[in-house]
């Protein structure tokens, strides 16, 4: 793709591109909306949502332009959705053709979908060979624990989850975390292990003369327990501030598992499509789960998700069973169309191994941040994901959410979206977007850190 044709180019075309970082926003005809909308909206919102007060209009490519005409550069890729960037062409008309076709036909089959299941084949570990098409992250994972309990023998009917972790929503995934709400306490029968916090270890200790020590306990109370049927994991802790293990993590873990016949269970929902610079992050981590759940990024941010695994799992006959891989949206086809533009440009461009030299890049600019910037506690990240947390001090370490959220709010006014969540902000950039714009970026995100703690 040349530059003249370039998604990030496209989207600049017309643009004032100099005036970002000048702070002048427009938000008159966004203020107007949002009082509006707030006479029957309920709340809730995402925190990025409430403090931001946008009203965005138009996407493209890494670029979004609200209602009042003020243009950001999306470090956020929607909801760490868009692989390839807002509307991306191709998408686009897979969409617009299917939707003049057919749209909802339960889990038929239809034209496209045994092109997507090849497609999958050839991005996917050989390994992971059989697939179920479902509409979002919380239903693929909850499609995924259905298979665990179906195919679990007996005396195994406990699962293991990592501490932190997030799944979703829904009653079975909270009940994975034990996320209570309410009055309501939902622990269900998981078994929680230490996840690779290093920067805040529960353990009090310091990596490498730990020894790894969070993975050993996790080997000791769930792959060495004869009760537990398997582990669902995140490869890398999305919501929780990107956390990346170290390295002797995954290989002590799920080399016990395997040992022991605890089924593996890979939540690449947010890293699953190339975000980690391999296609899955469990590949980049040198794990071999048994089932892999996928998600955001896969239909470039149109609700879609795979839940992939090794055929011997999924075709158990008491995992199964009619109806067990169906629902009202499985297998629809604008789903499919969509899934399938965008992974056909992911792989006829290379993208994934963009993703790793963008990376790379991007590594480099927030950890010259972070030797900068004393509040800017831990940088951590893999491929085109990052998380940035803030503290009030390195020696204490106590969170700053109050600086994040001012962080955020500058850096939006400024001309820059990144994810916000508690005192950490989340980077994920389209895998498209050029080397300058990656730069200019940063330096939006160095410009906002500087007007907070100045």
Known sequence: MTEAESPDRAALRGSSHTEWGAGVIRRHHQRKQLDREAQHLAPGASEEAAIGRRVFAEGRGPVLTDLDGNQYLDFAAGTL???????????????????????????????????LLDLLARLLPGHLDTYALFSTGAEVVEAAL??????????????????????????GARMLVQWDVG???????????????????????????????????????????????????????????????????????????????????????????????????????????????????????????VLAGRSAVLHDPAAARPGAYASTYASNPLGIAAARATLEVIERDQLVERVRVLGELLDARLNALHARFENLGDVRGLGLLYGLEFVTDRSSRRPAPEIARAVYATALDLGLRVALGGHILRLAPPFTIDEALLDEGVKLLEKAIEQVVA
């Open 81 to 115: 959705t868009q692989s390839l960037g807002h509307t991306h062409p191709e998408v686009v008309e897979a969409l617009t053709t299917q939707a003049r076709r057919l749209w909802n036909v339960h889990d038929s089959a239809t034209p496209d979908r045994a092109e």
């Open 183 to 305: 009055h309501q306490a939902f622990a269900g029968n998981s078994i929680l292990g230490y996840s690779p916090y290093c920067y805040r270890c529960p353990l009090d200790m310091e990596f490498p003369s730990c020894g790894v020590r969070c993975a050993s306990l996790v080997r000791k109370h769930i792959a060495d327990k004869p009760n537990v049927s398997a582990l669902v994991f995140e490869p890398v802790l999305g919501a929780a501030g990107v956390i990346v293990p170290p390295p002797g993590y995954w290989e002590q873990i799920s080399d016990a598992c395997r040992s022991q016949g605890v089924l593996l269970v890979a939540d690449e929902v947010l890293t699953g499509g190339g975000r980690t610079g391999a296609f899955l992050a469990s590949e980049r981590l040198g794990i071999e789960p048994d089932v892999a759940a996928l998600s955001k990024g896969t239909a470039n941010g149109f609700p879609f998700a």
């Open 146 to 171: 259905r298979v665990v309990q179906a195919t679990a023998p007996p005396g195994r009917n406990r699962i293991g989850a990592l501490r932190h972790g997030f799944h979703g929503k829904t009653m």
